[in-house]
């Protein structure tokens, strides 16, 4: 008889975010009345930049006319978009990294679940915690994250790096020895992130023990401050120990378009085995290519016209974060993030939990935020808000929930 993959079994309860939008829904059916403003989901709100759609418009008349007629993309991407990203992301930087060692792809959540489909079910992963809840899963999905133990709300296979105040958010290099090391920075959920000099520190450790660095670079259009990389191959040494991902959804407004990258050295093994080849077999098995049309959106956002729309884009969520930091914290919240990232981290008060700040928001000003603990046990008193919901709407929250009496 035909049996499920237990491994799916194991996991508790269902996304984050479909639990927050069953209690929103739910909120908003028995008070129609009310405005609900949501900084929950880091959903852009912006819509997309004259020139990508400009490129879009033309690439869908291509598709009309037999001569410019486009089938099936290469898997790995057109030449056009691969060569654009290397040239803009990595040589620009300094960064050796060349058009063949860049994969194209719907997005950066399919390359950071997918990835470790290359890799022996018996590596140990490592995350920060908080973190992005899509790296555990997808592992818990594989068979790799061992047991769920729910008072301590960790996996038994799974290292685990406390990302907390003490350490301004930032992860210490672990005592057990991982193979697998999921780093994301600026980071998504609390918004910080490290220098170039501390991430030299992971990549010499990773090189040295032998381990490999899974970088999500998706918040990349973020970064402010002249110290923070853009990107791990700004490190030496990185090209053996780092895979980098990145997505076109916060830079350009993609969460809807779709489309990210993933960068894998062709220098880059897991024992003997080159991981370039590997995942290039991964993803011509599998996957037909990102659509001619996106591609050509996405070269766009390299362009003059593109790259000067998006700075502007970038400011105005950057300027909602300054709302709501500055407001905020003047209103004596502790808060931190939003300077090199569109996401602000707040310690909740009155030591509520997560989830009870979570309630008292949606219940009492109608502001819908992500509840820390969803994110990892560490999270746990803290609350997540994003700066991509409109400057008018950021606005009215904040001032809402400076006046909330809890
Ligand atoms: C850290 C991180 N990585 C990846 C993604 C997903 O990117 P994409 O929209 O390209 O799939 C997100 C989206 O919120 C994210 O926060």
């Not at 950021?394 to 009496?405: F, L, M, P, Y």
Request: with cysteine; glycine share 8%.
């Amino acid at each position: 008889m035909v049996k499920a993959n237990d491994n799916y079994l194991k996991l508790p309860g269902s996304y984050l975010f479909s639990t927050i939008g069953k209690k929103v829904r739910e909120y908003s059916e028995a008070h129609p009345e009310s405005k609900i403003i949501r900084l929950g989901i880091g959903d852009v709100t912006q819509p997309i930049a004259p020139a990508i759609l400009e490129a879009m418009h033309k690439a869908v008349d291509e598709m009309g006319v037999r001569e410019t007629f486009k089938g099936y993309a290469p898997d790995l991407g057109y030449e056009f978009l691969r060569s654009t990203i290397a040239k803009n992301d990595y040589q620009a930087r300094g960064c050796d990294i060349s058009a063949d060692e860049i994969f194209v792809s719907d997005g950066a959540k399919c390359d950071c679940s997918n990835i470790q489909e290359i890799f022996s079910l018996d590596n140990k992963i490592a995350v920060c915690d908080p973190v992005y809840p899509v790296y555990v899963d997808s592992n818990v999905m594989a068979g790799r994250a061992g047991d769920y133990d729910a008072t301590t709300e960790k996996w038994s296979d799974v290292i685990y790096m406390p990302c907390t105040a003490a350490n301004n958010f930032a992860p210490e290099l672990p005592k057990e020895t991982p193979d697998l090391i999921y780093l994301c920075f600026p980071n998504n959920p609390t918004g910080s992130t490290i220098t170039k000099a501390q991430l030299q520190e992971w990549v010499d450790y990773a090189n040295k023990v032998g381990a490999i660095i899974l970088y999500d670079a998706a918040y990349e259009a973020y970064i402010s401050e002249a110290d923070v990389p853009h990107t791990i191959y700004e490190c030496e040494g990185a090209r053996t120990c780092a895979i980098e991902f990145r997505s076109f959804s916060k830079n350009a407004g993609f969460t809807g378009v779709r489309l990210g990258f993933t960068v894998i050295p062709k220098e880059l093994k897991a024992g003997d085995v080159q991981l370039h080849g590997l995942w290039a077999r991964r993803h011509g098995t599998k996957y037909n290519g990102a659509p001619y049309i996106i591609q050509r959106a996405g070269e766009a956002v390299y362009t003059e016209a593109g790259k000067a729309q998006l700075k502007e884009q970038v400011a105005y969520y950057m300027k909602n974060a300054k709302v709501i930091y500055d407001g905020l914290k003047g209103a004596g919240f502790t808060v931190s993030g939003g300077v090199n990232a569109p996401y602000i981290w707040l310690k909740t008060p009155n030591n509520m939990t997560s989830w009870e700040f979570f309630d008292a928001l949606l219940e009492k000003v109608n502001v819908v935020g992500t509840p820390g603990s969803g994110f990892g046990p560490s999270g746990e008193g803290y609350f997540r808000l994003t700066a991509f919901g409109t400057y008018e709407n950021t606005v009215e929250a904040v001032e809402r929930i400076k006046k909330i009496n809890l």
